[in-house]
Nanobody, 126 residues
């Protein structure tokens, strides 16, 4: 089992920034990827960004590329999502998740992730 705890959500003005954190505990040796997803009201949960845990390689959804940065602190088993140039359409509950699947490919599908955090709300006002 892997336990995930997100923090750092809140409110921001359009154009502003927020940083989310997600700390993993438990079987932290068991995952190869950590990702961020989000779910806006009335919409399906969607992929935001992912990072290969060992190499630090990253992959982003087109909607956030150039504005969001995913990074990790390997020693602290923590992943971050730095969000800049925020837009009202970034408003959602943000979830972190871990995947134990092969490192060969980036993992951007919900079903590829095994453990999920409880989510943190991000609200961006215009």
């Amino acid at each position: 089992q892997v336990q995930l705890a997100e923090s750092g959500g809140g409110s921001a003005q359009a154009g502003g920034s927020l940083r989310l954190s997600c700390a993993a505990s438990g079987r932290t040796f068991s995952f190869n990827h950590m990702g961020w997803f989000r779910q806006a009201p009335g919409k399906e949960r969607e992929f935001v960004a992912t990072i290969r845990w060992n190499s630090g390689d990253t992959f982003y959804a087109d909607s956030v590329k150039g504005r969001f940065t995913i990074s990790r602190d390997y020693a602290k088993n923590t992943v971050y999502l730095q969000m800049s140039s925020l837009k009202p359409e970034d408003t959602a509950v943000y979830y972190c998740a871990t995947s134990g699947r092969s490192r060969d490919f980036y993992r951007n599908q919900l079903w590829e992730y095994d453990y999920w955090g409880q989510g943190t709300q991000v609200t961006v006002s215009s």
